[in-house]
């Protein structure tokens, strides 16, 4: 049995076959053109599979992921132009006639991580998960549900205290300026020094402040669910910046509620080659197909 992953994002979409391990058979890299060509050559390399059984597809948005709306399995209201409303689900359930799961890209490595915690002892029952890189979004996994009815939470764009050596910027979130997303984004960091942040050393007094508005988001994240966990992912986050961002969090929280070890708290992702949305794509994928056998 194969399961499929599509990690569908704004600049390239990840595809993957794996077995029922979850172990990857194949994985190929397709750049986010527009919808046609890309689904095209993402439906090619699924098709060379005769016994691929389900796809887990993990998008950026905002998606539909209500099952009573008739715009279910679309790709809505995006900034991109040309993938606004894209019948994303309908056009690979069409081509494949297998089961597609269907939910955010955070929660799809949101579901990754919490699989991979599965293990570990004692076990984490919830976990929220945020990515900060192009946009900043969180994913929140309890006893292997999401949270969320209406539409998934948009934690990424909450209102946080302005830093004081922050106070001239505006933020970059075309909605709201400066909320979280506006202010400590990967684009947020490059229009306030003109350079991208994977090239900004590790000394620079940026992070002190990008630190501090991710603390206050993990601070939203432990007193609106008070989960097991909280991880960062996505192309800023590293282990240093975690550390910094457990500092000012530690400083914010003053001990007000229990969270046990901090270090073992708040961490970065731990699963290679960005690899947690594959891996939740490939157990989602699954739970769909166990749901309808
Ligand atoms: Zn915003």
């Not at 790709?75 to 309908?90: A, D, F, M, S, Y």
């Not at 002892?121 to 009815?149: C, E, K």
């Not at 970059?172 to 306030?192: Q, T």
Request: some cysteine; charged content about 15%.
């Amino acid at each position: 049995m194969l399961l499929g992953s599509v990690e569908a994002g704004g600049t390239k979409f990840i595809c993957a076959v794996g077995n029922e391990k979850y172990q990857i058979k194949e994985k190929v890299q397709i750049l986010t053109t527009e919808p046609k060509e890309t689904l095209k050559q993402c439906i090619n390399f699924f098709k060379q599979y005769d016994d691929l059984q389900a796809i887990g597809v993990a998008s950026f948005g905002p998606i539909e992921t209500n099952l009573a709306s008739e715009k279910y399995g679309f790709i809505t209201t995006t900034p991109k132009k040309l993938w606004q409303n894209t019948n994303l689900v309908g056009m690979i359930q069409k081509s494949l006639s297998v089961p597609v799961s269907w939910t955010t890209d955070v929660n799809g490595s949101a579901y990754g991580e919490w699989l991979n915690l599965q293990e570990k002892s004692p076990r984490v029952s919830s976990l929220v998960y945020y990515t900060v890189g192009t946009g900043i979004g969180a994913g929140i996994v309890y006893d292997g549900n999401f949270v969320g009815s209406q539409g998934n939470p948009e934690l990424g764009h909450i209102y946080v205290k302005k830093h004081p050596s922050d106070m001239n910027f505006t933020g970059v979130c075309p909605y709201h300026h400066d909320c979280l997303e506006g202010l400590a984004s990967g684009p947020a960091i490059k229009a306030r020094l003109g350079i991208a942040g994977e090239n900004i050393s590790k000394e620079n007094k940026i992070w002190q402040i990008i630190s501090y508005y991710l603390a206050q988001a993990a601070m939203v994240a432990t007193l609106s669910f008070r989960p097991s966990k909280i991880i960062f992912g996505g192309g800023v986050s590293s282990q240093w910046l975690v550390d910094l961002i457990s500092k000012e969090f530690s400083l914010l929280l003053n001990n007000y509620v229990e969270i046990g070890n901090l270090s073992d708290y708040i961490i970065v992702s731990h699963i290679p080659d960005n690899g947690s949305a594959t891996l939740g794509n490939f157990a989602l994928a699954k739970k769909k197909l166990i749901r309808i056998i």
